[in-house]
T-cell receptor, first 117, second 110 residues
């Protein structure tokens, strides 16, 4: 069974440029997460989807970050324009459905490492 | 807001030792708690998931316990091996949201 697939693995851009990350979750997993991980820290949730619906985007900096999951399968996270402080690893995870919106076991992709110069 | 603390922040042990990693959390109304492993430059790999109704969960040389009322979980690794070297993170879940600790960086030496 294929795991969570993310691309690109690495991206280097100059500040004020746009960047996009793509994630394809495990087949059958209706919940998809985007996390940001800074060096030496644990991941922090940016947005959580249940199918196509963003059920928790309270931590997403909406002035420059956007995300979509149009058909309830793969997802894209975009930053425009990027700032120096956005340098981090962006992790995508998915989990199978459980009752009442609680998360099952999370499976992570390898992450996309962003460097903003 | 859930706060998660992991102690120690780093640990170096010789091969073969048994060891305990600690995780504490402030909001005990958790649904479940997961332990993950992260190798350098990689994503997170799920090790164990404990439901709030369980006291412990085992997988091979790993055993995780949960004391929900006191807001604590421990990960026990038996007979450590150099391949166990990684960062270990815990993540309790409240209302569908996981909060991660900063992890324990483990090095197992020959």
């Amino acid at each position: 069974e294929a795991g969570v697939v993310q691309s690109p693995r690495y991206k280097i851009i100059e500040k004020k440029q746009p960047v996009a990350f793509w994630c394809n979750p495990i087949s059958g997993h209706n919940t998809l997460y985007w996390y940001r991980q800074n060096l030496g820290q644990g991941p922090e949730l940016l947005i959580r989807y249940e199918n196509e619906e963003a059920v928790d985007d309270s931590q997403l900096p909406k002035d420059r970050f956007s995300a979509e999951r149009l058909k309830g399968v793969d997802s894209t996270l975009k930053i425009q324009p990027a700032e120096l402080g956005d340098s981090a690893v962006y992790l995508c995870a998915s989990s199978p459905p459980l009752p009442r919106g609680h998360p099952g076991e999370l499976f992570f992709g390898e992450g996309s490492r962003l460097t903003v110069l | 807001k859930q706060e998660v603390t992991q102690i120690p922040a780093a640990l170096s042990v010789p091969e073969g030792e048994n060891l305990v990693l600690n995780c504490s959390f402030t909001d005990s109304a958790i649904y479940n708690l997961q332990w993950f492993r992260q190798d350098p430059g990689k994503g997170l790999t799920s090790l164990l998931l404990i439901q709030s109704s369980q006291r412990e969960q085992t997988s091979g040389r790993l055993n995780a316990s949960l004391d929900k009322s006191s807001g604590r979980s421990t990960l026990y690794i038996a007979a450590s091996q150099p391949g166990d070297s990684a960062t270990y993170l815990c993540a309790p879940s409240v209302l569908g949201k996981l909060t991660f600790g900063t992890g324990t960086r483990l090095q197992v030496t020959l």
